[in-house]
């Protein structure tokens, strides 16, 4: 003979069991999708304002550009800090009076997540040497950091492409 529970018992049980569930945790929030065509455009013009500070050769802006822990490599000198680029370009000026710079970029491509992107690109100097008749073209790689909302220079990479000197 089967036994049944009597009906007060089984709604006391079902009762109790649904007071111990626990509720399903809702989902949490997406991020917020960046915005990669602003970023891009951020980067462009924090680019634009690093290569107006080149052509006026002022170094305490062209420094500001680099991301806490940034660092620029340059053809034929070791990686370089904050400090060391500030030094580096320094002198750089000094010895290269006529210099004027300028570069164009090819690509920006940023992360999904909108906090990293890298640079491509192309860049020539010119007036370099103490009669200002000597130049230089290359090609760059940037990768830009968000900081504090803005875009800093995480890391700077250039390389000549110009014949070596003979």
């Known amino acids: 003979m089967r036994r049944f529970l009597p009906l007060p018992l089984l709604a006391l049980v079902a009762a109790v069991t649904a007071a111990c569930a ?19 455009q951020g980067i462009r013009a924090a680019d634009a304002a690093w290569l107006k500070a080149a052509q006026a050769k002022d170094v305490t802006t062209e420094v500001a550009v680099l991301a806490p822990g940034g660092m620029v490599i340059r053809q034929n000198q070791p990686p ?41 690109g192309q860049y020539t100097v010119t007036g370099l040497g103490p009669a200002g008749d000597g130049t230089d073209s290359g090609r760059f790689v940037t990768i830009w950091t968000k900081s504090g909302g803005a875009w800093k220079v995480l890391q700077d990479t250039s390389v000549s492409t110009s014949p070596a000197p003979k």
């Open 80 to 120: 370089m800090d904050a400090a060391a680029f500030q030094a580096h370009i320094t002198k750089d000026y000094a010895d290269n009076p006529k210099a004027a710079v300028n570069w164009t970029t090819d690509s920006i491509r940023v992360a999904d997540s909108g906090d990293w992107a890298v640079q491509t």
């Open 22 to 40: 626990q509720p399903t945790p809702a989902p949490p929030p997406a991020a917020p999708k960046a915005d990669l065509a602003a970023d891009a």
